[in-house]
Nanobody, 119 residues
Framework: QVQLVESGGGSVQAGGSLRLSCAAS???????MGWFRQAPGKERERVAS???????YYTDSVRGRFTVSRDNGKNLLYLQMNSLKPEDTAMYYC??????????????WGQGTQVTVSS
């Protein structure tokens, strides 16, 4: 069983930066892992994902501003968020698939960490 715990959310002004972390218990080294977000009244969307060998994917709205990375030795997943915009405000969730594939379903989810960007 995999458990995921996010940290690093908070409030920041537009243009600022935050780094989210996700600590995984259980074996995730060969799984794709990702960051999702959900704003009030909107559907959850995938922000970024990273395969077990470092191949990464980003949604268009964050490409060039966000960077996803992982430390398999420490079972950690990161999301470095730069040049934040008010539209980035959302609850951010860490998720892990049960396969190396990043375009299937995600089996494990964290509880989320809130990111609020003020203008």
């Amino acid at each position: 069983q995999v458990q995921l715990v996010e940290s690093g959310g908070g409030s920041v002004q537009a243009g600022g930066s935050l780094r989210l972390s996700c600590a995984a218990s259980g074996y995730t080294n060969l799984y794709c892992m990702g960051w999702f977000r959900q704003a009030p009244g909107k559907e959850r969307e995938r922000v970024a994902s990273i395969g077990p060998y470092g191949d990464s994917y980003y949604t268009d709205s964050v490409r060039g501003r966000f960077t996803v990375s992982r430390d398999n030795g420490k079972n950690l997943l990161y999301l470095q968020m730069n040049s934040l915009k008010p539209e980035d405000t959302a609850m951010y969730y860490c998720a892990a698939a049960s396969t190396p594939r990043c375009f299937g379903g995600y089996s494990y989810w964290g509880q989320g960490t809130q990111v609020t960007v003020s203008s």
